[in-house]
């Protein structure tokens, strides 16, 4: 398939304003891989795909992610705001024959982060950071920081996303906090 065939799928899974910002993410994706590197097919395809899922019914999203053999953890059965991501690695499986790995984890992980992301997963995860709608307190800076390093915006995004939840006392992802430990620790011995 091509992303023009995602891209007529997913239109008709999501609200116009959803469908723009994939498109805006797919865009964002392409641009930052080619910057850093990343493949830019793989990029495109992820940015369009990455919220497949976000508007379909919890028994929709949860259908997919048992048919897809995925176990949640307790603290993301009683997430429901992770779902989508999961719920999308599993829709593109199940229903698009997308077998691609690098393409299922830089979904699955692209609203938590992980330790050990892949340049896809890192540009799919910033990409939905900054892509041109996004308008919220701190995005220019993290613009800029995308701009300069792909390892300090995802270090930047962790530490944005951690600060958020930790504000409204919601419950962390543990792949957030271990991806930005090691992002943390990387930048430090950078340093050095």
């Given amino acids: 398939m091509t ?13 116009s304003a959803r469908f723009k ?10 641009r930052l891989a080619n ?8 990029a495109e395809i992820a940015g369009i795909l990455h919220d497949a899922t976000k508007e379909s019914s919890e028994e929709e999203q949860m259908e997919l992610i048992s048919r897809a053999g995925i176990e949640l ?3 993301e059965r009683s997430s429901h705001k992770l779902w989508h991501a999961i719920s999308g690695s599993a829709f593109i499986q199940l229903e698009l024959g997308i077998e691609d790995e690098d393409i299922i984890n830089a979904i699955r992980y692209h609203t ?9 997963e890192k540009v799919i995860f910033i990409a939905d950071f900054t892509s041109a709608e996004r308008d919220y307190d701190g995005v220019d800076k993290m613009r800029k920081v995308a701009d300069k390093s792909l ?3 995802v270090l930047e995004g962790m530490a944005f996303t951690i600060a958020d939840l930790a504000e409204r006392k919601l419950t962390i992802a543990p792949d957030t906090f271990e991806g930005y430990n090691e992002a943390a620790f990387l930048k430090s011995t950078k340093k050095k």
């Fill in 73 to 75: 953890t307790e603290l």
């Fill in 3 to 15: 992303v023009k065939d995602y891209e007529e799928i997913i239109s008709k899974r999501m609200r």
């Fill in 112 to 120: 938590t982060g992980r330790a050990g992301m892949t340049l896809l």
């Fill in 151 to 153: 390892d300090d915006a």
């Fill in 21 to 30: 910002h994939s498109k805006n993410v797919a865009k964002e994706a392409v």
């Fill in 35 to 42: 910057k850093y590197g990343a493949d830019v097919q793989k």
